[in-house]
């Protein structure tokens, strides 16, 4: 089983990035896909959430209405687009399969925002 993200880097306040997740090793259609994210000396917590038919999407508070979770089953790839981004969207963004009791984490992708 491996997700593989992608899509980090430095980015100015205020600028958009794109994080992709590729999976494989599981069947990707059968589970519901979340991004999660640390940043320095915090927990980790939930950004997103995508149900397994792309039927359902969630936010973090703190995330709605910039940020949109997405998935294509047909390239085993779930995506998380963030736009107007803060300096305290800064951490690592962590990939997240879950099904039945069965979950599997991402090695993260670094996200700093900064001038």
């Known amino acids: 089983v491996q997700l593989v993200e992608s899509g980090g880097g430095l980015v100015q306040p205020g600028g958009s990035l794109r994080l992709l997740c590729a999976a494989s090793?599981?069947?990707?259609?059968?589970?519901?896909m979340r991004w999660y994210r640390q940043a320095p000396g915090k927990e980790r917590e939930l950004v997103a959430n995508?149900?397994?038919?792309?039927?359902?999407?969630n936010y973090a508070d703190s995330v709605k209405g910039r940020f949109t979770i997405s998935r294509d089953n047909a390239k085993n790839t779930v995506y998380l687009q963030m736009n107007s981004l803060k300096p305290e969207d800064t951490a690592v963004y962590y990939c997240?399969?879950?099904?039945?009791?069965?979950?599997?984490w991402g090695q993260g992708t670094q996200v700093t925002v900064s001038s």
């Open positions: 090793g599981f069947t990707f259609s059968s589970y519901a």
């Open positions: 997240h399969a879950r099904s039945l009791g069965r979950y599997y």
């Open positions: 995508i149900g397994s038919a792309a039927g359902s999407t």
